[in-house]
């Protein structure tokens, strides 16, 4: 009786975990880039006026210097969408199927309906461990039962095929979700998106595929957030807002830097650590010097805009 009861708990316990994870995948939209990154109106009107594709970069830079982009395509130009009119945020890319920019897009999946992105990209991660763990424990179980099967112990009735069918759809899907489950804890553990996996991220020094990559603590803090009583729930606590992220290597582009920090900092909020709360709007201002990590602490004071512009000025790779 015992034994019954605990399998029926824990039976229940991973059906309502994984039902959980699922709906929230599923109902909760990925995040899509906030206005600030689109155009104003006069500025698209004066992009689409222009016919070479030089004069519409130009236009693009100019509104690009007011906001945290660090990534470029491979030609170095700005990231911009024609279909949604706005400058990409760094990690974020158009879905053909949702016909949207998603931020840390990551992919668009059937099973779900949904494309998975920065704000659902966690209970994915969720679905596919409480899947995998659902699989298991039906496999596990049933076992006992194939193995009597296979021996001819069961009883001839029809309840021997439903025994035999149940034991290797769970097999199948067990190992078929585990696969899958590795591969995307994987790409969290290096700050990855499929996308990305595939695709290094172009920054103005070049493309890194590690760009994005603070540690394997860190990277996993990113997604599943600092308080580790929650990494186990479908709750929303990755840090960050979607559209900055912090990085190891950041070419030190001047062109970048703001003409005025002091509103800058007025618009997107100060410069926080890479374990900024949960919620908090994140701008890092990184900068790579010698393969070293450092991040400018703030924006909203002179002195750090003085060093700033010092390590900019004495850095080999800096541009002009």
Known sequence: AMEKCICLVTFHLCFAMFMWSYWRTIFTKPGNPAKEFSLTKADREQYEKEQRPEAQQEILKKVARELPVYTCTDTGAIRYCDRCRLIKPDRCHHCS????????????????????GFSNYKFFILFLAYSVLYCLFITATVLRYFIKFWTNELPDTHAKF?????????????????????YHLWLVVHNRSTIEAFRAPMFHSGPDKNGFSMGVAKNLTQVFGDQKMFWLLPVSTSLGDGHTFPTRLVSADPEQLPADPQSH??????????????????????????????????????NSVLMVTALVMLHPTAGP
């Open 162 to 182: 439903h025994v035999l069918f149940l034991f290797f759809v769970a097999a199948m899907f067990f190992i078929s979700l585990l696969s899958l489950f590795s």
């Open 97 to 116: 199927t949702c016909n949207t920019c998603v931020l840390k897009m990551d992919h668009h999946c059937p099973w779900v309906n949904n494309c998975v």
């Open 265 to 302: 900092c007025r618009r997107y909020g100060s410069v926080g650590g890479a374990s900024a709360s949960r919620g908090q709007k994140l701008h890092f201002q990184p900068l790579g010097v010698a393969g070293r990590e450092l991040f400018i602490p703030s924006l909203c004071d002179s």
